[in-house]
């Protein structure tokens, strides 16, 4: 319990500052407005969980949430970064599953897992229209919820209707946008690694309660039996005894 | 890698980007500037001023006079050593064939 107090500590203040870095990037497109485009033939999704089970509804809901996007977008490419929720997309929708990433989530994470995650999902050479990361967000210790969050695209920054009030280079924006949406990725990581780890830490909790409880109802019905045991032998001992007079 | 914030109320900061080092003063209009390796160097009001390297990232000016900047590592300029940093220049000069002659 010790090590999970700790470690949830740990989450906390990682998501802490993401959430910084994420917000500072954000702030960029609100003040633009940046939107989705509406036609968005090609979609991508990213759906950030992690290996490790043992941590409530966490995996399943995040699963959920992502099957009830794909219902929408039925052809959106998705990247599943984790075990957990590509063992429960590959159920539902293995051929929209392009690329999957593992052994992410062991430690708090950090921008270099971010940065690797993001040059995968350049690498494959795709143009998405629109790409959307999907995380559990971390509302408190005891509640989360899956939230999607749009990474603008190169196209969309530039189409933004207020952007044109910041000076920049053009060949900037490519790499605004990568860097955003490595900062998103590290965001939906943060977050979600602070929602597990206190997820975990209450799913221990009740296991631990209810094994308390199960000691304890034992522990009664050894008690009761033992001495319905003895009394038993007890009224033999004594009938033999007095049978004997 | 450590992961900071720090936020500063700042009469002057310069930094340095693709297009070239800039002053962003208050008042400045709005930018997105790619940062390129070097120093940011940020004056406070007081006339102090803090050195960091950064390896690369965005700097934002907002409406508002807010300036964002969004680095990928920084360090506080105090915490590199001179010689340690030329010793290491030299090592990696080797390791890739180049001599500073």
């Known amino acids: 319990m010790i090590v999970a107090s700790t470690r949830l500590g740990k989450a906390q203040r990682a998501m802490a500052i993401s959430r910084i870095y994420g917000e500072t990037t954000k702030e960029v497109f609100d003040k633009s407005e940046a939107a989705v485009p509406e036609n968005s033939p090609k979609k991508l999704l990213i759906v950030m969980s992690s290996d490790k089970g043992l941590c409530g509804s966490i995996h399943s809901q995040l699963a959920r949430a992502a099957r009830a996007r794909l219902e929408k977008f039925p052809d959106a490419d998705v990247v599943a970064v984790g075990d957990k929720t590509k063992a429960q997309l590959s159920r539902t929708n293995a051929k929209n599953i392009v690329l999957s990433i593992s052994q992410i989530g062991k430690e708090a994470p950090t921008f270099n897992e971010a940065a690797v995650i993001a040059d995968q999902i350049s690498q494959l050479g795709k143009q998405y229209d629109d790409v959307e990361v999907l995380y559990n967000k971390f509302v408190s210790g005891v509640s989360f919820e899956p939230t999607i969050r749009p990474a603008f695209t190169t196209a969309a920054i530039e189409e933004a209707p207020k952007f044109s009030t910041y000076e920049l280079e053009d060949e900037v924006v490519g790499n605004l946008s990568e860097f955003s949406l490595a900062n998103y990725i590290l965001w939906g990581l943060a977050e979600g690694h602070a929602a597990e780890i206190s997820a975990r830490r209450s799913a221990m909790d009740n296991a631990s309660k209810n094994a308390n409880e199960m000691i304890g109802k034992y522990s009664i019905l050894y008690n009761r039996t033992r001495q319905a045991v003895i009394t038993n032998e007890l009224v033999d001992i004594i009938t033999g005894a007095s049978s004997l007079e | ?101």
């Open chain 2, 1 to 101: 890698m450590r992961h900071n914030c720090l936020t500063v109320i700042s009469v002057q900061v310069n930094i340095p980007t693709t297009a070239g080092d800039i002053g962003v003063l208050a008042g400045h209009v709005p930018i997105i500037q790619q940062l390129r390796p070097g120093v940011v160097e940020v004056i406070e009001g007081s006339g102090a001023s803090k050195q960091f390297f950064v390896a690369g990232g965005f700097a934002t000016v907002s409406e508002g006079s807010s300036l964002a900047i969004n680095a990928v590592e920084a360090f506080p300029i105090e915490d590199f050593s001179a010689e340690v940093s030329v010793i290491n220049i030299g090592e990696r000069m080797d390791e890739f064939g180049m001599n500073l002659g």
